[in-house]
């Protein structure tokens, strides 16, 4: 965040308020997967839309509406199309062997608010849907795995989850901003960041 470059003395305060928006603030409160040493990372792809989920493997969308009648899923495909659509929506998070930022899994992910990592090099799922393979590692059709939307790490089992560490860098950048809008008035941290942006445009 603008604070650090400002801590360094390359910005102002003012700068400062001016470069980070009200999607910096969500993302320094987004949900992390602790430290790769302390997980086991089975794969890695791109965070195609941020936050945490844990769920059982389901290979398929008919296997993910199935699965989460019981528990949570997380849908492993090597991609998906709109035949998936039923699957998506009962999945906590999505992961594919292929595409980017703008494939179908990650655009239906950040329009659904799931988690999803794509493009997972050298992630294979069975065609029988009974596993999938990466990094050299088979595991079966619902084994319990978490993803990491932001980082794009898809680890085994149930990890450590943090939030960013930047909540003294938020309290502090929006303390800047109520003296710049004059208003310490109770607001929700966009509303405080955003009276800032129009006091500093006014100026």
């Not at 389901?58 to 997380?74: C, K, Q, S, Y």
């Not at 998936?84 to 980017?100: C, E, K, S």
């Not at 608010?113 to 009974?130: E, F, N, S, T």
Request: aromatic share 0%; with cysteine.
């Amino acid at each position: 965040m603008g604070t650090e470059l400002v801590d360094q003395r390359l910005i102002g305060r003012e700068e400062a308020l001016l470069r980070d928006t009200p999607l910096h603030l969500r993302h320094a409160r987004t949900p992390r997967i602790t430290s790769a040493g302390e997980a086991d990372v089975l794969a890695r792809g791109i965070g195609a839309c941020p936050g945490v989920a844990t769920g059982r493997i389901a290979t398929t969308a008919d296997g993910a509406v199935h699965m989460a009648r019981t528990d949570p899923v997380v849908l492993v495909r090597p991609e998906t199309s709109p035949n998936d659509m039923h699957g998506l929506a009962a999945a906590t998070g999505i992961v594919t062997a292929r595409g980017g930022p703008a494939s179908h899994a990650a655009v239906v992910a950040r329009a659904m608010g799931k988690p999803a990592v794509v493009g997972v090099a050298g992630l294979v799922v069975d065609r029988d849907g009974v596993s999938v393979t990466a990094d050299g590692r088979t595991v079966p059709e619902g084994t319990l795995i978490t993803i990491d939307g932001t980082s794009g790490d898809v680890a085994l089992g149930s990890p450590r989850i943090v939030t960013d560490a930047a909540d003294e860098h938020v309290h502090r950048l929006l303390a800047w901003a109520d003296d710049v809008s004059g208003d310490h008035s109770a607001r929700d941290e966009t509303q405080r960041l955003e009276a800032a942006h129009r006091a500093l445009r006014d100026r």
